[in-house]
């Protein structure tokens, strides 16, 4: 299911966002080694955490039904993810990260919700929505710690918010922090 996001993501960046211009787009942590070798703008969606959303899990079985109507099985319901990305964006100038994140923060605010039959691989097959929250606070339970929120270019990812399978942005000099999740009642 991971690997669905990440394609899913992949497809709405480079669609929405980055519109064919020749910026990288990659899933890597951006450490110190990987800011020193970068060689031309990127935009990076760093998968930093992921949880099971325990609100939306439903405790009891399904029945599986024939065409019919009647019960064939039981089986458990689809147990939906947060997915939270660390989303940076690295150019040699300042304004130009500005636009990059501008543009990604667009896009997820002009996505917050996509339907089965647009998500791809399993995704799909889970018949539920998947959502992009942006710019929601931080939790508790996934606070930064304090650790500095500036990103000189030798700056290790520190971990922002949270998602479920798909979900949210944060924008700052910092990059964009993704919330992924699935299925709202």
């Known amino acids: 299911m991971i690997h669905d996001v990440d394609q899913l ?16 787009l990659v899933f890597d942590a951006p450490t110190k080694d990987w800011v020193a070798r970068r060689s031309g703008p990127a935009v990076d969606l760093y998968l930093y955490d992921i949880r099971e959303d325990l609100q939306r899990r439903v405790p009891t079985w399904e029945d599986v039904r024939a065409p ?63 959502y992009i929250d942006v710019g929601q606070p931080e ?29 949210g942005a944060e924008a700052g000099r910092s990059g964009v922090t993704l919330r992924v999740r699935g299925h709202r009642p």
């Open 139 to 167: 939790t508790q339970e996934r606070s930064s710690g304090g650790r500095g929120r500036k990103r000189p270019a030798t700056a290790e990812p520190e971990p922002l918010p949270e998602e479920t399978v798909p979900r």
């Open 9 to 24: 993501l992949e497809k709405l960046v480079r669609r929405d966002a980055l519109n064919g211009s020749a910026v990288d």
């Open 68 to 130: 019919g109507g009647e019960v064939t099985g039981r089986r458990q319901p689809p147990r939906r993810f947060r997915l939270a990305y660390l989303v940076t964006a690295w150019t040699q100038r300042p304004e130009d990260e500005h636009r990059l994140l501008s543009s990604l923060l667009l896009c997820f605010l002009r996505n917050p919700m996509l339907k089965p039959g647009e998500l791809g691989g399993s995704l799909d097959e889970t018949d539920l929505p998947v």
